[in-house]
């Protein structure tokens, strides 16, 4: 049941948690598809504002610029003296004379109705199937004389009057070219349009930043900002795009870890609550035992069942083993529970490791004097001192030896080793039960935990010694090792330091 409503909850928290973050992950990799878009679009507002008093700075100097007539056509030069035009042509009615036959052609479809004067040229745009051409036209009596508008030239004075433009650290050329209208073409020829532009892109042409149409009379040029160098809208959206990912890859990482961390939680929580329910169920068994025995031999005495002497002592011996076996029980609980909320303090001393091992094995003894077992000590000579707590260390090591005497095999045989080590000592206790299998044997150390098997479930025990053991040995700088082999008993080495006699307080 503790098992199915952690799942329960589980999979109620990863509803709550998948659910709203699948959404924002969508528009997080929606925001990462069309960061492109976003920031030419941003760039583009930018830079047509910028362009704005350039056209008319642009518009300013052409009509700012001289005009001089002569039987070809017409010649325009700018302020600074720099020529404009280039092929001329002249207009008698319907006769167009001029060197350039596309131009010729392109005049033959008539000219756009302009109030063309003769005071000051008049600059127009012109587009045919032949071209697009920027021309300047003035009128001379019954004459209409005028000139190409050159390329070369107007990008000349273009780049002069893109001078004082400020482009915020971006890299980028002013160019004049022809804008092509948008005509009513079917939805195949927008595609292939579309098709052609994507493979001029793809194969490394960049698109300009932003364009601005030139006013009439001039409404067939544009003023376009490209790119020089790296394209600024594929930088800016590649970093943008990078911050977003990992921006991205932080959410995930924190969401996994979130989940992660908050499932260990929920799963120590079950856990707790599965061992708060086996200690209670346990210790009450423990104490059950002991308390049924007392209540027995009491009710035995008070009904004046027991005559002799002999008898009465026999069960006065019965009632204080168990009395004492409960003050046992009872003394380890409460010392766990010290240790677990760090209240358990450590009295330390120098001390004799010899010394120690033998009051243990005393006290052992004293517990269980008849006790069907065979203990034998073989301690190696000159062990060094320990400074340690004695109570606490006498108290692990008998765990050990209560351990190794409850799971024991019938003819118990008990060896306790000491021996020095690498600036420590390590006390070894061997028993020759049945052995703990590999995957138990990181589990045993664990509060409550014992091993699932016939021997441990017909022996007492409440679960509790051999991690009260570790955490005494662990608190004073060592460990609990162990060694077993299934058939072939276990051996438990505590791992102490020993202290230098100069660095032993005075």
């Known amino acids: 049941m503790q098992l199915l ?7 109620l928290l990863m509803l709550l948690i998948v659910l709203p973050s699948a959404g924002l992950s969508g528009f997080g990799v929606l925001a990462i598809v069309n960061e492109r878009a976003a920031v030419e679009k941003r760039i583009e507002s930018n830079w047509t504002v910028r362009l704005e008093p350039l056209t008319q700075r642009l518009v300013s100097a052409l009509g700012a610029s001289r005009s001089q007539q002569d039987a070809a056509g017409l010649r325009i030069t700018s302020l600074d003296g720099t020529g404009l035009s280039g092929a001329q042509f002249t207009i008698r009615g319907d006769q167009i004379e001029t060197s350039d036959a596309r131009l010729k052609v392109a005049l033959k479809s008539g000219l756009p109705d302009l109030p063309i004067g003769s005071d000051r040229p008049l600059f127009f745009s012109i587009s045919s199937q032949h071209g697009t051409f920027l021309l300047a036209a003035q009128r001379a009596g019954q004459e209409i004389r005028g000139a190409q508008i050159l390329p070369e030239a107007m990008d000349r004075l273009l780049q002069t009057l893109a001078a004082g433009v400020p482009t915020a650290g971006e890299q980028v050329r002013f160019e004049l070219t022809p804008f092509k209208r948008e005509t009513g073409e079917s939805l195949v020829g927008k595609l292939v349009s579309g098709m052609v532009e994507a493979r001029e892109a793809a194969l490394g042409g960049q698109r ?13 040029f544009q003023l376009l900002a490209s790119p020089v160098g790296a394209d600024p809208v594929a930088l800016a959206s590649m970093r943008n795009r990078a911050i977003y990912g990992v921006l991205l890859g932080l959410f995930y990482l924190t969401l996994v870890l979130g989940v992660i961390l908050t ?18 169920s346990l210790v009450s068994h423990e104490l059950r035992t002991p308390l049924t025995s007392i209540r027995m031999f009491i009710e035995t005495l008070a ?3 027991v005559e002799e002497p002999a008898q009465t002592q026999e069960v006065l011996r019965a009632l204080s083993k168990e009395t004492a076996r409960l003050s046992e029980l009872i003394e380890r609980v409460l010392d766990w529970a010290r240790i677990e909320s760090g209240r358990r303090t450590y009295h330390r001393e120098q001390m004799d490791a010899q010394r120690l091992i033998d009051a243990t094995l005393e006290a052992f003894r004293a517990q269980r004097p008849d006790a069907p077992v065979q203990v034998s000590c073989q301690l190696q000579p000159n062990l060094p001192r320990l400074y340690v707590d004695r109570e606490a260390i006498t108290g692990a090591l008998l765990n050990l030896l209560q351990n190794a005497f409850k799971y024991g095999g019938k003819d118990k045989q008990i060896a306790v080793r000491a021996k020095a080590e690498h600036r420590g000592i390590a006390i070894e206790v061997e028993d020759n039960g049945p052995g703990i299998p590999l995957r138990e044997r990181k589990r045993i150390f664990e509060r409550f935990y014992r091993v699932d098997g016939l021997l ?8 509790l010694g051999l991690s009260i053991a570790k955490r005494i040995v662990e608190a004073h700088g060592g460990k609990i090792s162990v060694k077993s082999e299934l058939g072939k008993g276990s051996c438990f080495t505590m791992h102490l330091p020993s202290l230098h006699p100069k660095e032993i307080p005075a």
């Open 456 to 463: 441990t479930r017909q022996t007492e025990g409440s679960g």
């Open 208 to 220: 300009p930043l932003a364009h601005r149409i030139l006013p009439a009379p001039l409404q067939d």
């Open 303 to 305: 009904l004046g069942r």
């Open 5 to 11: 409503s952690f799942r329960r909850t589980f999979g």
């Open 263 to 280: 499932a260990r939680a929920l799963y120590r929580e079950a856990k707790l609550s599965r061992l708060k329910t086996d200690f209670v």
